[in-house]
């Protein structure tokens, strides 16, 4: 198999506040990890892909500094959203794709986590 | 490209029947193609691929088309069920990049 989790599946966080979301690759390895972002009845959107041991490469628009992307090993990668704002309340889905597979290789998506910021 | 719309549009169907959603697609460079399945509050499921090279696949239920001229995607489901219910993406890549672009996604709903 390849399942992908997250962490929380679900977070209420208040205006200003930062927040964490967990994405592990629980029987495989994952060097290079994506985090979309869904809102309601709309497709998925690409935030930025995540490599393991190097700096995440954003996708146009999306503000680094806001979207902290960490990938500190082969299973974890995580990302904060700082200074959270009612517009950041979103479904946050992330994938990932096996170590040593080539680039053509299937992403296994994760569960999502759904935040509300109040 | 990312298609980003306010409503999905949707299928409704009777169990039994046979379900076809459809999918444009407008990269002429894209040479892989791939539909998930997403439920309610879920993260996108894989459900079947399809190359380039190829017109048709079959899966269990499930048969992908690709027409390459008119850059056209469907999904036939066989025997629809409550439990296909769900949101259907297609997603294109092309050979210079592993990350698929999103489709703008239908919602099948099979009533019993």
């Known amino acids: 198999g390849a399942v992908v989790s997250q962490h929380p599946s679900w977070v209420i966080c208040k205006s200003g506040t930062s927040v964490k979301i967990e994405c592990r690759s629980l029987d495989f390895q994952a060097t290079t990890m994506f985090w979309y972002r869904q809102f309601p009845k709309q497709s998925l959107m690409l935030m930025a892909t995540?490599?393991?041991?190097?700096?995440?490469?954003?996708e146009q628009g999306v503000e680094k500094d806001k979207f902290l992307i960490n990938h500190a090993s082969l299973t974890l990668s995580t990302l904060t959203v700082t200074s959270a704002h009612p517009e950041d309340s979103s479904f946050y889905i992330c994938?990932?794709?096996?170590?040593?597979?080539?680039?053509?290789?299937?992403?296994?998506f994760g569960p999502g986590t759904r935040l509300t910021v109040l | 490209g990312e298609s980003v719309g306010l409503h999905l549009p949707t299928l409704s169907v009777q169990e039994g029947d046979n379900s076809i959603i459809n999918c444009a697609y407008s990269?002429?460079?894209?040479?892989?193609f791939i539909w998930y399945k997403q439920e309610s509050g879920k993260g996108p499921q894989f459900i079947i691929d399809i190359r380039s090279n190829m017109d048709k696949r079959q899966g269990q239920r499930v048969t992908v088309l690709l027409n390459k001229t008119v850059k056209h995607l469907s999904l036939q489901i066989a025997a629809t069920q409550p439990g296909d219910s769900a949101v259907y993406f297609c997603?294109?890549?092309?050979?210079?990049?592993?990350?698929?672009?999103f489709g703008r996604g239908t919602s099948l709903i099979v009533h019993p």
């Open positions: 990269n002429s460079a894209s040479d892989y």
């Open positions: 994938s990932a794709t096996k170590t040593g597979q080539p680039r053509t290789d299937t992403q296994y």
């Open positions: 997603a294109e890549r092309s050979g210079g990049s592993y990350i698929p672009t």
């Open positions: 995540s490599n393991e041991g190097s700096k995440a490469t954003y």
